[in-house]
């Protein structure tokens, strides 16, 4: 029960209720605040997708350089994303895991058998180690707006136990995002695979096409 004394004056039960309001009111923005940070942080967590790893793609060309080049194969190397997220809200970023044994050269119908077996084994023990150096992986440092559906895309690939810079424009296609990059393996640490005493080489330049799916 509230009692309130003071006769001619400002009752007391109304300065206490007013600093009791007053109380309240400094209660409810401090928990209005917090909630509003633990929405904020809920939602920029939740805006984070896994890749679809089953729709998404990566693709390696591989081409031929030397004199005789022409007695050379140029060939494609499929790259399959073993796990990866993204984020496509503002600030957005990538990042995903590839497990260097899992390369695969793509079938060539003008080689046998035994050579696509060969270029096979050759791009796992001399080009990746991938033994040695079982992981692929890039994290975006930056994603940049460059267009109508374009982002330029900044990060850092690890490959063959190197980390560099890498950057590569994107382009939205209906509902995946696709583009393409190049990189020198030299600048990893590879040696471009030589035959004949060079005179076939592959080249030093690979050329590589994405196109990333986001998951649910």
Sequence with gaps: MLKCSGAGQVPH?????????KSEIGMNLRLGLLFLVVASSTSAVSAERPIDVAHSTIRIHVGKAGMFSV???????????AEGKMQ????????????????????DK???????????????TQVLESEKFPEIT??????QQSGAEAWQVRGDLTLHGQTHPLTTTVH???????GRCELKQTDFG?????????????KDQLEIEFSILSGQ
């Design 190 to 202: 590879i040696q471009p695979v030589r035959v004949g005493g060079g005179v076939v080489k592959v």
């Design 88 to 107: 496509e809200a503002t600030p957005a970023s990538i990042s995903f895991r590839v497990e260097a044994a899992k390369l695969k050269v793509e079938e």
């Design 138 to 143: 890039f994290q975006s440092t930056s994603v």
């Design 110 to 124: 003008t080689l046998s058998a035994d050579k696509q077996a060969e270029v096979q084994r050759t791009m796992q």
């Design 71 to 81: 007695a050379g194969h140029e060939h494609w190397v499929a790259a399959p994303i």
């Design 13 to 21: 039960c109304t300065i206490l209720l007013a600093a009791i309001t």
């Design 172 to 178: 939205k296609q209906q509902d995946k995002y696709v």
